[in-house]
């Protein structure tokens, strides 16, 4: 199956998409991405090109992408957060020539901007020529390149094909059990893998609603939730701590699960989650590399603190340094082996040589596996905190500070050390009334850690800063100290 042809997996009476209180059916669907299709082909889009898609989410953005896909050129969903040069900048690495845009943006005249308020109103009377069938697409075939976020550098474009997208859709649809009875919420920005795959991709398949959201504002989607009754609802930690301090069980009588993924989830969340309101929430794990879904709980067999087995059809492995395979129980870097795995980076053949070796996608991430395949993550391999020559992993500590009863967000990070090399900073957002108190944090850490991975120093900070997709960002939290606290 070809990615495109999802919109054909509904009965053309059933609603397809919600937004803005209007119901969209997937004959809608079928109709607006055959117009747009005709309206691609006619401004000179054909297969294999490189097509930028800038939009928030939207219908918009569902039919453009499949129109695109269907006449076999390759998406390219740009992050509607950059700015102008970060944007520049994929546009020149990736070759785009022609950018589909909700907004006019800063680019040279050898691009040409389609408009998506300009010529999408009036593509229902333009009565243009048919495009043609595209008969060479495969599911190998090249489908999007989506761009990493850069956290260690320029970003980089990975390659996914159709046959990537679609065996991540089937395999998520498998664990948490999505048929065509289900409304699955679209919050996440559309154009990260989260959300493009299981979000819209997977509930497609299954023929089933989605309720799209353009922007999260937390009192305002639970009141979506409620009044549409979504029944999935797909997130990243910091939107379930939205949940847990604004809903009711209530405001989630729908819903039968959520899903947290694009980040570590708390232990002590989880806990509070499901203290609260008594609905699954499940941890899975993935990367844009992966398509993005490596790794997902069951719903009835969830592990706390892990991001579950691997998903059907994809291999999950624990290596040391010399990629051998470790034990149970051991620490080592996960890597990763299945469909789902990219084809490889944009023009990038060393850095796909280093990032995908005999098959297997290396993720950067320290886990381990326990006898029964549930995998825990650990942290970052680049994040490790080495203190005196001993390892301290982030996470470790930033479970601990969860569970505080006064802290809301906590994040840990290495910060230069005279005698041991590195040493732990926390940084902490206290929760609504609560007054941050360090020597009281430090008391309440100090017998549940070992003393080398105790935080040297601890920072409070209205809200720990994140990027454009809700993760905490380490990078600008290690800025953040340089700049202000770290003394010369």
């Known amino acids: 199956m070809l990615v495109h042809e999802l919109k054909d997996q509904g009965h053309r009476d059933d609603i397809a998409l919600v937004f803005r209180e209007q119901h969209i059916t ?35 953005f569902v039919y453009c992408y499949f129109a695109l896909t269907s006449l076999g050129a390759v998406v390219v969903p740009i992050n509607i957060n950059l700015a102008a040069p970060e944007i520049a900048y994929i546009v020149k690495d990736a070759g785009i020539i022609r950018m589909v845009t909700s907004q006019p943006l800063e680019l040279g005249d050898e691009v040409t901007q389609l408009l998506i308020a300009e010529f999408g109103p009036g593509l229902a009377k333009a009565d243009l020529p048919a495009a043609p069938d595209i008969d060479d697409i495969a599911e190998e075939s090249e489908c999007v390149i989506i761009y990493t976020s850069g956290t260690t550098g320029f970003p980089k474009g990975a390659v996914l094909t159709h046959r990537n997208l679609i065996s991540n859709a089937e395999a998520t649809n498998q664990i948490l059990l999505v048929s065509k009875e289900d409304n699955m919420l679209s919050v996440l920005p559309m154009f990260h893998a989260f959300a493009w795959t299981v979000t819209i991709l997977a509930p497609l ?31 990243v930690p910091s939107m379930h701590n939205f949940y847990l301090a604004l809903g009711t069980t209530e405001d989630f ?13 708390p232990v002590e969340v989880l806990n509070q989650f499901q203290q609260k309101l008594g609905v699954a929430l499940v941890e899975g794990y993935g990367l844009s590399e992966a398509s993005p879904v490596c790794a997902l709980n069951p719903l009835n067999r969830s592990k706390a603190g892990s991001i579950g087995p691997a998903i059907p059809g994809v291999e999950l492995l624990i290596v040391d340094e010399k990629h051998n395979v470790l034990p149970a129980g051991e620490v080592g870097e996960l890597i990763v082996q299945g469909p789902n795995v990219m084809k490889g980076y944009y023009n990038m053949p060393r850095a796909t040589a280093r990032a995908v070796v005999d098959g297997w996608l290396h993720t950067g991430d320290m886990a381990y596996i326990d006898e029964e395949g549930y995998v825990f993550i650990v942290d970052r391999l680049k994040d490790v905190v080495i203190v005196g020559g001993l390892n301290v992993y982030p996470r470790e500590v930033e479970e601990v500070l ?47 850690l070992a003393n080398y991975k105790l935080p040297r120093e601890v920072i409070a900070l209205e809200s720990i800063p994140k990027n454009s997709t809700g993760k905490i960002s380490k990078n600008d939290l290690r800025t953040l100290y340089a700049e202000r606290y770290q003394k010369a």
């Open 26 to 60: 997937y004959g809608d669907v079928q109709d607006r991405v055959a117009m747009f299709r005709d309206y691609f082909y006619q401004q000179g889009i054909r297969p294999k090109q490189n097509v930028g898609l800038f939009c928030r989410n939207s219908p918009d």
């Open 253 to 265: 009588s729908s819903v039968r699960v959520f899903v947290s993924g694009g980040a570590p989830l």
């Open 402 to 448: 969860y569970q505080y009863p006064g802290i809301s967000e906590a994040s840990v990070i290495g910060i230069p050390d005279k005698m041991r090399g590195e040493a732990i900073c926390a940084f902490v957002a206290m929760k609504d009334g609560q007054t941050f108190d360090r020597r009281a944090i430090l008391s309440f850490l100090n017998p549940r």
């Open 205 to 235: 398949l299954a023929g089933a609603k989605i309720t799209i959201v353009e922007v999260f504002f937390p009192k305002d989607v639970i009141a979506t939730i409620k009044r549409q009754s979504v029944s999935v609802v797909c997130g």
